[in-house]
């Protein structure tokens, strides 16, 4: 049995709120992420610091668990994004940036959807298009 997507009496979908509070929790993220990143290089060395990092334990698992979860971040960017450009330039700055890039991208993501399901597939989505059941398609 397949449920419904949830759509109001105008066609519009009921998440504004949701997505208010993805725009200003990315721009926040992207705030502290920036501000963190240039307090870093200014108090302390990138390679000396990285490397002691990475002769902990928990600074491996730390580190291993960032990158994996870019990848994560980098495969939904790719299958959101239609130019291949686009992509690429994203999985870049992921990788040179980390969760700044990632904050960004939301940034830009949130900014340019209008709803949470656009936000999250990449795919325009009319106000005025029925809402079908799925599964239903085309009965």
Do not use: C
């Amino acid at each position: 049995m397949s449920t419904p997507r949830i759509q109001s009496e105008t066609g519009a979908a009921p998440n504004k709120g949701v997505m208010f509070v993805i725009r200003a929790l990315s721009l926040l993220g992207a705030v502290i992420m920036t501000v963190t990143i240039v307090l870093g290089f200014l108090s302390g060395g990138f390679m000396d610091e990285g490397s002691a990092i990475w002769a902990l334990s928990w600074g491996k698992v730390t580190l291993i668990d960032l990158y994996v979860g870019l990848v994560f971040f980098g495969i939904w960017v790719s299958v959101r994004e239609r130019r291949l450009s686009a992509v690429v330039l994203w999985w870049a700055g992921l990788v040179v940036l980390g969760n700044l890039a990632a904050a960004l991208y939301l940034v830009y993501a949130s900014f340019t959807a209008s709803s949470v399901r656009e936000l999250l597939t990449g795919e325009r989505v009319h106000s005025n298009s029925a809402v079908v059941p799925e599964g239903e398609v085309g009965r």
